[in-house]
């Protein structure tokens, strides 16, 4: 098979590398601890291999299988190794919906496209990016929440890199042997909180695949400059350590000193290998790592928490999009929340940054016009002392309230927002009192996928006669009440980070400030 191989050298750069792009890192820490940017180095070219030939149609980011003209089967020696007949990749699409189409089961739909993606990638971004409604669910939420959970069993080729705690002192070498060089966004999880189904360890793969994947179908950014990463330190989920299937480490997650040294190897690696520009998206981490992890390295990498500063530009812009509808500025609103974890936290200190600089009112001020509540209800001054750090600016003066419905009597929010990944936690009995007194309730169930959703848009749409104005996380099909045919919207991440890590990118930006964030949602 040699002979198939064409040696390129330095022409490869041609194909898909550009030396002159390429930069090595490290940075050097300032005297405010802000590091600077590093002065682009050069690289040397690396030698690429292209594949022609029987190597070819099995090489999945050049194959285009039926649709190599003729021309081309020629020059690539192709000839013999298809059949006669060439296909437009039109053809090509048109036959492969037409088989999406038919699985009835959405997981299908998810391993026929994982398995194109493994075949013809350029037909696989084709496909996503002129069927995206129809396709999002399942390469996103809510599908790809139960390719996750089933991963183990459907795994077929890894996509992706796995760095485990057996990586320990050797994460460089490991980004080492991934074959691109020009990495632009890193999207990486470790599993812990994927969507709102727990800890998943390994298996988590599923939605840095799944992110990045829009990174490139909504976001423009070349596949081969995106790079999925899951860290494996172990799993809590009892089930999936007594699977037999299970791909992961057997064992329960590590914490505390070696989990933060893992990750601090990743964070140096990472920057040493791809530089200072490389975009780092942390994803579906369980909250007492996501937010150290991000106040940790904001100052010294390119680091965005898709889950806190994604959800809040999204979930903002989304608020300020419905004042048109339910009137009034963002100021005169009363925000309650369910859940106050990544996304409660995020959006909330978001609205009340946005609301501080449109009415120029410390951002402390503002705060005090969202109330959260968590499982252990409505977070109030008296339980400051035993609230995690990130919740602490939300304990304001007011009696206790264990639970959610009391809570919507008391303080009478004019937004209602879902964010505890617990499904059916908006209950007839609130969307109720919340249309009591409001002529447009604003009612957006933020929790994936859709079994966690707070509650579905047909029981929005009826329990408030028709009123609200309803958003979810996960999508949900348009709702006929009374006659009347009521769109849901959907309110996702999904709507921002492919275009603000495609604006990280281009910008040349080496920090993430919460400006960026305002602007984006805007
Ligand atoms: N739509 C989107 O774009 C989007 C973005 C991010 C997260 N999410 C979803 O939001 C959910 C939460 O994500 P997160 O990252 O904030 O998780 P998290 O674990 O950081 O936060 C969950 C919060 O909910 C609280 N909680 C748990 N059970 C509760 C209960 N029974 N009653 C009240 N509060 C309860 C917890 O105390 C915590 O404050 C997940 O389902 C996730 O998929 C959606």
Redesign the pocket.
């Known amino acids: 098979m040699e002979s198939a191989f064409k040696e390129l050298g330095e022409k490869a750069s041609v194909l898909d590398f550009d030396p002159k792009s390429a930069v090595v890192g490290g940075g050097v820490e300032d005297i405010y601890g802000e590091d600077t940017a590093t002065e682009d180095q050069l690289v040397t070219p690396w030698t690429y291999s292209v594949a022609s030939g029987y190597s070819l149609l099995r090489d999945p980011q050049y194959n285009k299988g039926l649709a190599f003209t003729e021309k081309e089967r020629d020059a690539h020696y192709l000839r013999g190794l298809l059949p006669p007949a060439t296909c437009s990749q039109q053809l090509q699409e048109k036959k492969l919906m037409n088989t999406i189409r038919q699985y009835q089961v959405p997981l299908q739909k998810y391993m026929a496209l994982t398995e194109l993606q493994e075949r013809n990638e350029r037909l696989f971004y084709k496909l996503l990016i002129d069927n995206v409604e129809e396709l999002l669910p399942i390469v996103y939420t809510p599908t790809v929440g139960e390719a996750c959970q089933k991963f183990g069993s459907i795994f077929r080729r890894p996509q992706g890199l796995y760095i485990s705690l057996k990586e320990k002192g050797k994460v460089l070498e490991v980004l080492k042997n991934w074959p691109e060089r020009t990495v632009q966004v890193i999207v990486v999880t470790d599993g812990e909180?994927i969507?709102?189904l727990g800890d998943l360890g390994c298996q988590g793969m599923g939605i840095p695949v799944g992110k990045l994947a829009l990174y490139t179908a909504l976001g423009g950014v070349r596949p081969s400059a995106c790079l999925p990463i899951t860290i494996d330190v172990g799993t809590n989920n009892k089930q999936l350590l007594e699977d037999e299937f299970y791909i992961g480490l057997r064992q329960k997650r590590t914490t505390g000193k070696e989990y933060a040294d893992l990750l601090d190897e990743f964070m140096s690696a990472v920057k040493q290998n791809y530089g200072e520009k490389v975009v780092i998206q942390f994803e579906d981490f369980?909250?007492h790592n996501a937010f150290q992890l991000l106040e940790k390295y904001r100052r010294t990498h390119l680091v965005f928490n898709d889950?806190i500063q994604g959800?809040a530009a999204?979930v903002l812009a989304g608020v300020v999009a419905a004042l048109r509808l339910v009137g009034g500025s963002l100021s005169e609103h009363k925000f309650l929340f369910?859940?106050?974890?990544?996304?409660?936290t995020g959006i909330a200190e978001l609205i009340a940054l946005e609301i501080s600089q449109k009415t120029k009112t410390p951002v402390e001020e503002t705060r005090k016009k969202i109330w959260l509540?968590?499982?252990k209800g409505l977070i109030v001054s008296s339980r400051k002392d035993s609230l995690q750090q990130f919740k602490k600016p939300w304990a304001h003066e007011h009696e206790p309230i264990d639970n959610l419905l009391d809570a919507v009597k008391a303080i009478k929010p004019t937004v209602l927002i879902g964010?505890?990944?617990?499904g059916r936690?908006f209950t007839k009995e609130v969307i109720e009192a919340v249309s009591s007194f409001n002529e447009k309730p604003l009612i957006l169930a933020?929790?994936?996928p859709t079994s966690?959703s707070e509650c579905t848009a047909e029981e929005a749409y009826t329990w408030s006669k028709g009123r609200t104005i309803f958003a979810s996380?996960s999508p949900f099909d348009p709702v006929e009440y009374n006659g009347k045919v009521y769109v849901p919207g959907q309110?996702?991440?999904a709507y921002i980070f492919p275009g603000f890590g495609l604006g990280l990118v281009i910008s040349g930006a080496i920090r993430v400030h919460n400006d960026m964030l305002l602007a984006a949602c805007k």
Do not use: K
Request: charged share 15%.
């Open positions: 909180r969507l709102g369980a909250n889950d959800t999204v369910l859940g106050a974890g990544e996304a409660g509540v968590d499982s964010s505890s990944g617990v936690t933020l929790s994936n966690q996380g309110s996702n991440n």
